[in-house]
T-cell receptor, first 108, second 110 residues
């Protein structure tokens, strides 16, 4: 079955602390994985895609096929990072399968 | 600039009424999607379309329908609204690289 698991509903950290939002997937083929972010009262927007291996707003995510994971990391959290984060899997179609999301709260 | 819009942004309706949520994109994308967002469930796919006159059921399609008469629009219809359909609805269209989302419609069914 194709599935994305985000085990944490809420992650709270203080400003300057490292952040890791966990994402595990279940898919038998070669996955395409994404992180989307939704700031308060805004639409979802793409943060990262694994194929581009880029760093956006200080966030990085590495695909680990052995552990079937695509965890999102940032070494020093900022207050403006507070948002809802969704991991998503795109199988060999154009559809996206989303995880249930993790709310990141960064306290000053 | 190309964009994707949804209307209305907020809607309150009564159980049993028919409701249509509009989605319009100017990206000229063939692929369009409707999701609902619920706490604890994330985003779940309702219906999707790969082009004009093409529609497909998603994970949670019961009680919903869509039609695609042109490239720009994919309206979502709730045939007979139920309280379980109270949710935030997002429309999206996609290029080869990513999906672009609309601002969402918050629907309350009383």
């Amino acid at each position: 079955a194709q599935r994305v698991t985000q085990p944490e509903k809420l992650l709270s950290v203080f400003k300057g602390a490292p952040v890791e939002l966990k994402c595990n997937y279940s898919y038998s083929g070669s996955p395409e994985l994404f992180w989307y972010v939704q700031y308060s009262r805004q639409r979802l927007q793409l943060l990262l895609r694994h194929i581009s291996r880029e760093s956006i707003k200080g966030f990085t995510a590495d695909l680990n096929k052995g552990e079937t994971s695509f965890h999102l990391k940032k070494p020093f959290a900022q207050e403006e990072d507070s948002a809802m984060y969704y991991c998503a899997l795109r199988p060999n179609t154009d559809k996206l399968i989303f995880g249930t999301g993790t709310r990141l709260q960064v306290f000053p | 600039d190309a964009e994707i819009t949804q209307s209305p942004r907020h809607k309150i309706t009564e159980t049993g009424r028919q409701v249509t949520l509009a989605c319009h994109q100017t990206w000229n994308h063939n692929n369009m999607f409707w999701y609902r967002q619920d706490l604890g469930h994330g985003l779940r796919l309702i219906h999707y379309s790969y082009g004009v006159h093409d529609t497909n059921k998603g994970e949670v399609s019961d009680g919903y329908s869509v039609s695609r008469s042109n490239t720009e629009d994919l309206p979502l219809t709730l045939e007979s609204a139920a309280s379980s359909q109270t949710s935030v609805y997002f429309c999206a269209s996609s290029s080869a690289l990513e999906q672009f989302f609309g601002p969402g419609t918050r629907l309350t069914v009383l």
